[in-house]
């Protein structure tokens, strides 16, 4: 168990309106992942980090911001939220500083966007 | 472009063997990853390969032949609980996961 959390897990909101969500771990581990996961798609990495206040951003990072203020969150957010951004997000982290150790995920926040 | 190949969906008998195939072409390879989801919950990691040849787990192996751009998943005495989607995912040259859509494994008695 990686000790890896997410806040909320369900989120119903309007489109233009902001939302953030939350990622939070017990340990220490430095890197950390937001992914999408839609129908007929693979995960789609958003942004990650590798340490606090250190974040890059993945594939599809439009329309999304994220934030490392401390090493155990993580914040996702959206300005202004789209019915595109309709999805369920993963938060990942990985447990080591090789490139190859796994990524263990959180249990996933659903969020729809109408 | 980079790209991971899983069939949508396979049925398997309970008690019985499934190979669960992944294709992929990507920018450089620094190993193949597994993972099975169950509905409404998170990935969670089931193996990496890295070399070719076959790595067992338990009741499950994977397979990886890198001049072939392949993998399989190998699940032996399939159990209703193995019902899930299997996730093939592979470590490009920038050492970014680059994900397959998933193969749903449907079970019946």
């Known amino acids: 168990d990686a000790g890896i959390t997410q806040s909320p897990r369900h989120k119903v909101t309007e489109t233009g309106t902001p939302v953030t969500l939350r990622c939070h771990q017990t340990e220490n581990h430095r890197y950390m992942y937001w992914y999408r996961q839609d129908p007929g798609h693979g995960l789609r990495l958003i942004h990650y980090s590798y340490g606090v206040k250190d974040t890059d951003k993945g594939e599809v990072s439009d329309g999304y911001s994220v934030s490392r203020s401390k090493t155990e969150d993580f914040l996702l957010t959206l300005e202004s939220a789209t019915s595109s951004q309709t999805s369920v997000y993963f938060c990942?982290?990985?447990?080591?500083?090789?490139?190859?150790?796994?990524?263990?995920f959180g249990p996933g926040t659903r969020l729809t966007v109408l | 472009g980079q790209n991971i190949d899983q069939p949508t969906e396979m049925t398997a008998t309970e008690g019985a063997i499934v190979q669960i195939n992944c294709t992929y072409q990507?920018?450089?390879?620094?190993?193949l990853f597994w993972y099975q989801q169950h509905a409404g919950e998170a990935p969670t990691f089931l193996s990496y390969n890295v070399l070719d040849g076959l790595e067992e787990k338990g009741r499950f192996s994977s397979f990886l032949s890198r001049s072939k751009g392949y993998s399989y998943l190998l699940l032996k005495e399939l159990q209703m609980k193995d019902s899930a989607s299997y996730l093939c995912?592979?470590?490009?040259?920038?050492?970014?996961?680059?994900w397959g859509a998933g193969t749903k494994l449907i079970i019946k008695p």
């Open positions: 990507t920018s450089g390879f620094n190993g």
């Open positions: 990942a982290l990985r447990e080591g500083e090789q490139h190859t150790d796994t990524q263990y």
């Open positions: 995912a592979v470590l490009d040259s920038n050492y970014q996961l680059i």
